[in-house]
């Protein structure tokens, strides 16, 4: 018998994982599992992790480890047992997902640093703040949580209806019985609103770990974790891989928020895996949302998820907001808003209360269209339209970054009559601003927060002085803004358009969680939706039922299509220089895995086709769909094909990535 060698998954995307002989005079034994080690590789050297110990598949030209970088496993079996699940359920090469699950120091190799040095406060340094009297459905549903010995729930409350309260107090049990608590919101900015909430009703300090601490921070709070000194973690998608050796409870706030769902590299849920988890660990995993994701309604239907919910709003004085629909057609708006809204908010702002203006499209204006000759400015290197920037002296690619000034004359016809399409956040900035002279119009857009917390720094700017927020999706998410009593989505009419089968839902969530923030305290609310198709039954289906009838419709209608939730999805993806080489890979992996799968068993295909944006960054981009109506299909089938795509011919000329329940499908 050859005596053994390492095992060693690297962080690349490659299926295998690579021999290595251990350094002269150590022996190779299964003390090294979990290990991380630097190996060389390549011209380069990289830091992996030892998979697996055993003889040699080849052992003539053995590489050998540099050197072994922790003595003992760095993650306990739990957590290396979640790798492992994400690794065969997205079918992602471990060493990627291994690198995904750990905060940047580590997985580069560096010390586990040592803890912090600043001043540790003890429980008896902070009295916590008493959490106001629970109302019964805040009771009933933490009695459900702390009651049960897991299994997941969904908790369906109404903005400001109190879940956090909820959370606080489902955190409380758990700490007392001497285990630990992870609760993730799906944006950076939601962490230090609910982190300052949490910590001011808990005795226990609470870490936090997003991508927006330092990578020495997050390496020391997952640490913290591991090893059961730290008891509660709030922190956004990447920390649902904190290990929790004393696991009791696992908290997902706003469960329907897309951000949950990693775009690039492994393509994980955060969602799914802490549900996997909890399962795993035997532990609770609370979902809170005012507007659930279908997929969870269904795991409700389904009996898989228990419904706990919370009808009202939590402060004794708040309403909900009444909503006014604003047919524009035929209307003269300026920069998209009617004359109405503009009256509307000069007087929210002269009896001295704060209003937010909604529109999900950064930049000055979309387009930049000739009107003599119909010549609008596209991006050389995309199938997409420059958006116009800096009160329209720029054009920016939102889709590669590229930039250029705003041309003096049409490059087909040599007119001067350039002019901007549509609204961007800059421009209805511009617009309020003008219409309404003597108040702060502050804007929230990727390009106004980019800066280290610039959103608390924008909303900091507002204060508590009468003045307009005006911003993208980022404003919709959970932020208090008590003295805000006007919401106004200035278009809603690009989420009716949507090819995509999920905009009826996104519509619905965003028009939701937007009215939310208006009229949180005692003042009462409005919600203002300016639109061309006022009839559009999605908008009725709200306006009657909320958005329990509209998801009720909408989840009936998934099904009668056999769409997801009630199909399974998986999108392959292939990029390259030409297009030709991005469909002769994906027809390869299609027959690769037609071959295997027989072609039937409850399997189907659609592709390759041309993706949703054909060209971007000057590469052709096309995609192949899998689809089945059983979750375990799918999966057979990828787990038996996968492992062969790395080796076809056609991969050689091609960046290719699957994408397991695709959320967005371009
Ligand atoms: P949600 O997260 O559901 O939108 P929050 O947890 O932010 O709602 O609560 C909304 C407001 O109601 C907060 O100001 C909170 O302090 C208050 N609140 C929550 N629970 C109660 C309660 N039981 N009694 C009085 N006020 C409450
Ligand atoms: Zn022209
Ligand atoms: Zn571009």
Redesign the pocket.
């Known amino acids: 018998m050859p005596p053994p060698v390492l095992q060693v998954a690297l962080p690349r995307p490659l299926p295998q994982a690579f021999d290595y002989a251990p350094p002269a005079g150590q022996a190779a034994g299964p003390d090294w599992l979990g290990c991380r080690v630097r190996v060389p590789f390549g011209r380069s050297t990289l830091v992996g992790v030892v998979v697996g110990c055993a003889p040699a598949a080849s052992p003539a030209a053995l590489k050998v480890v540099l050197e072994r970088l922790d003595a003992r496993p760095l993650l306990h079996p739990e957590a290396w047992d979640l790798l492992g699940f994400v690794a065969r359920y997205y079918h992602a090469p471990f060493g990627e997902v291994w690198a995904t699950a750990l905060p940047g120091p580590l997985r580069e190799g560096g010390p586990v640093p040592a803890a912090r040095q600043a001043r540790r406060r003890t429980p008896a340094d902070r009295s916590p703040i008493p959490t ?4 019964p459905e ?1 009771q009933a549903a933490v009695a459900a949580v702390a009651g049960s010995s897991g299994g997941g729930f969904l908790l369906e ?1 109404v ?7 909820v959370y606080l107090e489902a955190i409380r049990h758990t700490l007392e019985r001497g285990r630990q608590a992870l609760l993730l919101v799906p944006e950076i900015g939601l962490v230090a609103p609910t982190l300052a909430r949490l910590q001011a009703g808990l005795a226990v300090e609470v870490h936090a770990a997003h991508s927006g601490c330092s990578d020495g921070q997050r390496a020391r709070a997952f640490l913290a974790m591991a090893e059961g000194r730290a008891r509660v973690l709030v922190g956004t998608r990447s920390a649902v891989f904190t290990p929790l050796p004393e696991a009791g409870l696992i908290v997902v706030d706003e469960e329907h928020d897309p951000s949950y769902k990693q775009q690039e590299g492994v393509r994980y849920h955060a969602r799914d895996l802490a549900l996997w988890r909890g399962q795993r660990l035997g532990v609770p995993v609370l979902l809170g949302s ?1 507007t659930p994701s279908l997929e969870s309604l269904r795991q409700v239907l389904a009996g898989r998820l228990q419904r706990l919910s ?1 009808p009202r709003r ?2 004794p004085e708040a309403r909900p907001p009444g909503v006014r629909v604003l047919d524009v057609r035929k209307r003269r708006l300026e920069a998209g808003l009617s004359p109405e809204l503009l009256q509307a908010l000069a007087e929210a702002l002269a009896r001295g209360e704060q209003a937010l203006v909604f529109r999900n499209r950064r930049g000055y204006a979309p387009v930049l269209l000739c009107h003599d000759c119909g010549w609008s400015a596209p991006c050389r290197r995309c199938d997409a339209h420059l958006t116009v920037h800096a009160g329209g002296r720029r054009l920016i690619c939102h889709h590669c970054g590229f930039r250029a000034p705003v041309p003096p004359a049409c490059p087909d016809c040599g007119s001067l009559a350039l002019q901007p399409q549509g609204q961007g956040t800059e421009r209805v900035e511009a617009a309020l601003a003008a219409a309404l002279p003597g108040h702060p119009v502050i804007r929230v857009d990727r390009d106004t927060t980019a800066v280290k917390d610039g959103l608390a720094k924008r909303l900091a700017e507002l204060g508590t002085a009468p003045g307009v927020l005006v911003g993208t999706q980022m404003l919709a998410k ?1 932020h ?1 803004l008590p003295g805000l009593t006007l919401a106004a989505v200035v278009s809603l009419d690009e989420g009716l358009y949507s090819v995509d089968f999920r905009a009826g839902e996104r519509l619905g969530q965003l028009l939701v969680q937007v009215a ?1 923030r208006a009229g ?1 305290a005692g003042r009462p609310g409005e919600l203002w939706l300016q639109t061309h198709h006022p009839d559009h039954p999605w908008l009725a289906l709200l306006l009657e039922g909320g958005y329990p009838a509209l998801a009720a419709a909408l989840l009936a209608e998934r099904e009668a299509a056999a769409l997801p939730p009630f199909a399974h999805w998986a999108l392959l993806r292939a990029e390259a220089k030409e297009v030709g080489e991005a469909e002769a890979f994906l027809a390869a992996a299609r027959d690769h895995l037609r071959a295997l799968d027989g072609g039937g068993r409850g399997l189907d295909w659609a592709g390759p086709v041309p993706a949703p944006m054909p060209r971007r960054a000057g590469r052709a981009r096309s995609q192949l769909l899998l689809r089945a109506g059983e979750r375990r299909v799918l999966q057979a089938a990828l787990a038996a094909a996968v492992p062969g795509w790395y080796a076809l011919p056609e991969a050689r000329r091609v960046h290719w990535s699957l994408d397991v329940d695709p959320i967005d499908l371009s």
């Open positions: 106001p009297p629970l109302h805040q409350g903005t400001g209806s109190g879940k956090t309260e005012a919370l939590a402060h959970g208090d939310g949180r």
